[in-house]
């Protein structure tokens, strides 16, 4: 019997016909519990839409008598998408196709771990990644996702037009030439001026990378931060909580054979460390010897291959994260003040604390608007309140005019973010045009925002 046949003689079974008939309902009337990635956001739409065509999305944008929330894969940290309106999605926008010499047309809801070999045999690349690939690629740019690079600027600066379905039911194309205003505007958008349908990307030749991975002093790292980002094509760093040690990533374009990364290391090391800090807490001079004693003997790594199996790991470990970006020259002196809030006031924490190099960019609410930036991300793992911890932490970042990952947790509302952002009220003035009945706004949007 196959499988098919054998769940259907089931469905057919007295027993079981009930039970099918009542989650149908539930389904009809009050829809599928919703949450987030790290189980941190919920929320109980009462619809979720999944349009197959621009015309039908824009039928339901202009008939929707309360709020719609457009989803890609649910990873982010902040509450972006709850409503008890509707929810929806892109994912039947899925096509990747080659444009003009090294542009592509993605869909919206095309995922970012399904554009790797596509684009390869489309001899194209993107230049950069973030450290996953789950997301879609209208929701990593909506949030100003980003990997690491001082030359390279976040996902979203390699936008070079978009189409957009306003609440107003419009079907835009957005270019430099083209509604350059609401280009601006919607590159990094939180999903508050309607929903994206496909981006054109700007690509580069496909590539290999060499990967090269090492422990070593924290001290060191602080005087050699900004001469390892300038160095390598890609640099990031971990500081070792509660040890004397970082964690050091480069990655360099090669020619070299491929020689894979294999299975991931790094969730495994998460546990490790959460298991020295179970035994060692109560002893802060023991756990920080052993924690050093034991990272001193991790081996450096190198692998070669592909950028889509270079950029990427896997986060098996779930956590809440809250990451900042702040002006590149101030990097090291805060860096400095988290690590010894960590030391002095968190002795739970045993999330390694990452951080990264993005280059600047000019649309309107990137955070890496106009300034050369680095990145500082702090993670609490998902069991664990991560409030009192990221209190700590959050203060550091504000004389120094941060601005938070649109898709992690901070607690800015508009009136600071307004100080932050040289082109705030320019984007209101284009959402409150394109959504005038502000259909697009949930309780989260509204704060940020600052509408009533
Ligand atoms: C384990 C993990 C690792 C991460 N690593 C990184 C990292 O390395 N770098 C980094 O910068 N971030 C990182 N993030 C954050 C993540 O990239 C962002 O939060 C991203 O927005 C998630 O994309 P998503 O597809 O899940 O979108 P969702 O979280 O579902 O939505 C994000 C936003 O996009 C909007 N949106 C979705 N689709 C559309 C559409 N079609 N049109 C208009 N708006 C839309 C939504 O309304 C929402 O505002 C990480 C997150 C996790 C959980």
């Known amino acids: 019997m196959k ?22 309902k539930v389904q009809a009337g009050r829809a599928i519990p919703w949450q987030n990635w790290s189980g941190g956001q919920h929320a109980s739409p009462s619809g979720r839409l999944s349009p197959k065509t621009e015309d039908e999305l824009a039928q339901l944008l202009k008939n929707a008598s309360s709020v719609i929330r457009p989803v890609g894969a649910g990873h982010s940290f902040s509450p972006l998408v709850p409503t008890e309106g509707s929810i929806l999605s892109t994912r039947y926008f899925n096509t990747v196709a080659a444009s003009d010499d090294l542009r592509a047309v993605v869909g919206a809801g095309v995922k970012l771990n399904q554009l790797g070999e596509p684009l390869h045999k489309l001899g194209q690349a993107l230049p950069n990644m973030p450290d996953i690939d789950e997301q879609t690629i209208a929701g990593a740019l909506s949030t100003g996702t980003h990997g690491t690079g001082a ?48 981006y054109t990307l700007r690509n580069m030749v496909p590539y290999k990378l060499k990967r090269k ?82 990272s ?3 081996e450096p790594e190198e692998h070669v291959d592909w950028w889509w199996n270079i950029y990427p790991s896997d986060r098996a470990v779930r956590f809440n994260e809250m990451e900042y970006h702040l002006p590149r020259e101030d990097i090291v002196a805060a860096l400095k003040q988290v690590v010894e809030t960590v030391e002095t006031r968190n002795p739970d924490v045993f999330f390694p604390i990452e951080v990264r190099v993005v280059q600047e960019d000019d649309a309107w609410l990137s955070p ?19 409030q009192p911890y990221f209190n700590t932490i959050e203060p550091i970042y504000q004389p120094l005019a941060g601005r938070p990952h649109w898709g992690k947790l901070h607690t800015l509302d508009a009136k600071t973010l307004a100080e932050r952002y040289p082109r705030w009220q320019d984007f209101n003035e284009v959402r409150r045009e394109l959504d005038p009945k502000g259909v697009m706004l949930n309780a989260h949007l509204k704060k940020v925002f600052g509408h009533a």
């Open 213 to 294: 991975t090492w422990m070593q002093p924290l001290q060191q790292t602080y005087e050699e931060f900004h001469t390892l980002a300038e160095f390598h094509r890609n640099f990031e760093m971990y500081y070792i909580p509660h040890s004397e040690n970082a964690l050091i990533i480069t990655t360099d374009l090669t020619d070299d054979e491929v020689s894979p990364r294999g299975e991931d290391g790094d969730n495994d090391a998460v546990r490790e460390l959460q298991m020295l800090r179970d035994y060692a807490s109560w002893w802060p001079w023991l756990r920080k010897r052993l924690i050093t004693a034991v």
């Open 3 to 24: 499988r098919r046949d054998f769940n259907r003689s089931l469905l057919m079974a007295p027993v079981l016909a009930p039970l099918a008939t009542a989650a149908r």
């Open 151 to 198: 030359n390279f600027g976040a996902m979203h600066s390699y936008v070079e037009a978009l189409r957009l379905v306003t609440p107003r039911g419009e079907i835009l194309n957005c270019s430099r030439s083209e509604n350059p205003e609401v280009f601006d505007a919607a590159r990094v958008s939180l999903g508050a001026l309607g929903v994206i349908t496909q």
């Open 368 to 386: 890496f608007y106009g300034r050369p930036s680095a990145s500082l991300a702090v993670h609490r793992y998902f069991e664990e309140d991560y």
């Open 296 to 298: 001193n003997t991790i």
